[in-house]
């Protein structure tokens, strides 16, 4: 049997076959002939997609009780204009209403409304752009492209400010602001970047060689025979800088020297590459992922210890970020992940088994993701994740959706947790917090929302003075149990 969830009609690179089914309804037996898309095949159910005439409908069976859920995952609307695959999204640090998205042909800085509408879009120059971040001033975008490039751009206008070469060989993979002075990490390659942006000037690299006992030969001995370890993402939290790499090892660094700390090979003895990382903004936490499914995660003053929790998904996971304020109850934050089954899953983080609270199921392949906190309609401020993908098939399923994600209900509002300045995988950076400039055009209508929410505003403050004061000791235990494993 199957159970509908009507939702909008989205072009899909996808296999198309026609089937007899016989559908129960409460009449005798109907025998339709219907045209069949399937969508998705997963161990949670199958998706596909019917064609009746003109009318389209997508129908989901599902093994998992909706009524066990304790996290709900609404989609809140789709974000087009980018005609083939996203690979990479930011929220601008200075306000929950303009984000920045990169792919394979364009990047886009969207500005949006309290319910996801587009109030306007700047187009970025370059397309293959990989990676994307905002400057600490919420005025400038910085993109990564497949030739190397990083480019500063006006977030208002688009127009290109300057550029950086990083490498000429090889794909940016790695973008993420350390401080609000203008230090900016990259990786290209084999190598991690620092640069002053301030002096448009590279002053450290760093080259990350192929663990040689339990690395990945990422490629193959043929397409690899110089057996490189490639930077696939970044992620910084005070003076730790995680790396993940194709031989599936994820590199602790010194943010400030490029110091190597550590090496964690948990992903390359189970013998797969690292597509992704993220760092937790509150708790000392590390997350990691790879092309098998495997998601880690880490205790970052404990790293020696090996992970504290896992969980495996069908398929490659490409993408992974932690979200707060989904339980006010509790401080603990959750985790999202996203990749190539097209189910988007939230999962607690408090237990070994990584258990999954709430998930949904997509159109295409996840590959990047963003969260942030926006005021809803009435005015308090609830988790919104954007997410971005697509196949590169010949039919483009390519695009940006907003959702909303909620926990269980109570009376106890949302603490803002500050801006992420934005890396592959979003979370916020102490280094990077919150600005108090006035807002963008596009933002007001956002902010003066929020304000509207005024039974939440003293709670949420202090609740925030808490958070940050937690981020700091937290951020103290990092490089202490880091440098001491």
């Known amino acids: 049997m199957f159970t509908a969830c009507r939702t909008s009609r989205t072009d899909f690179n996808s296999f198309n076959f026609s089937i007899v089914l016989l559908i129960k309804a409460s009449a005798p037996f109907s025998r339709l002939s219907l045209s069949l898309t399937v969508l998705t095949h997963t161990h949670l159910g199958y998706a596909v997609e019917v064609a009746v005439g003109s009318e389209h409908e997508h129908i989901m069976e599902t093994c998992v009780p909706t009524s066990t859920a304790s996290v709900t995952i609404r989609k809140e609307t789709r974000l087009d204009g980018h005609r083939e695959r996203v690979f990479d999204l930011s929220w601008s640090p200075t306000g929950p ?18 319910d996801g509408s587009v109030t306007s879009r700047t187009r970025l120059p370059g397309s293959e752009l990989m990676r994307v971040c905002w400057h600490p001033d919420g005025d400038k975008v910085l993109t990564g492209s497949s030739e190397g490039k990083i480019s500063i751009c006006d977030a208002t206008d688009g127009s290109m400010l300057s550029a950086l070469q990083a490498s000429t060989d090889h794909e940016v993979y790695g973008l993420a602001m350390l401080s609000r002075d203008g230090l900016l990490a990259a990786g290209a390659g084999e190598h991690v970047q620092l640069w002053d942006l301030n002096r448009e000037t ?18 193959g001995p043929d397409r690899n025979p110089e057996r490189k370890a490639f930077l696939f993402s970044l992620a910084a939290r005070g003076r730790a800088l995680c790396a993940a790499l194709s031989d599936g090892t994820v590199r602790l660094l010194d943010s400030q020297t490029l110091q190597h700390i550590q090496t964690l090979d948990e992903h390359a003895r189970r013998g797969s590459a690292v597509f ?187 609740a925030e003075k808490r958070r940050r004061r937690n981020v700091d000791e937290a951020d103290e235990e990092i490089v202490c149990g880091v440098c001491s494993s």
Do not use: Y
């Open 97 to 114: 209403c303009r984000l920045a998205s990169v792919g394979q042909t364009c990047g886009i800085v969207w500005s949006l409304g309290v």
């Open 202 to 219: 590279k002053f450290a690299q760093a080259e990350l060689a192929m663990d040689a006992e339990n690395g990945v030969i990422f490629g």
């Open 276 to 462: 992704s990382v993220a760092i937790s903004p509150t708790a000392p936490q590390l997350a990691t992922s790879d092309a098998k499914g495997h998601v880690l995660l880490w205790d970052l003053r404990h790293v020696g210890k090996g992970p504290m929790a896992e969980r495996t998904h069908p398929s490659a996971v490409h993408s992974l970020a932690f979200v707060s304020g989904l339980c006010p109850a509790s401080s603990a934050e959750m985790l999202v992940t996203g990749g190539a089954d097209r189910r988007l899953r939230v999962l607690e983080t408090r237990t070994a088994a990584l258990a999954c609270e709430g998930s949904a199921a997509v159109a295409s392949a996840l590959l990047c993701m963003a969260p942030t906190v926006a005021a809803d309609e009435a005015g308090a401020p609830t988790p919104r994740l954007a997410t971005g993908g697509g196949s590169g098939g010949l039919v483009s399923d390519a695009g940006v959706t907003l959702w909303r994600v909620t926990g269980p209900k109570t009376n106890e509002s949302v603490a803002e947790p500050s801006s992420s300045p934005g890396v592959a995988v979003s979370f916020s950076s102490p280094g990077v917090a919150s600005q108090t400039q006035t807002q963008h055009a596009g933002e007001d209508e956002c902010e003066g929302a929020a304000g509207a929410g005024s039974g939440h505003s003293e709670t949420g403050r202090i």
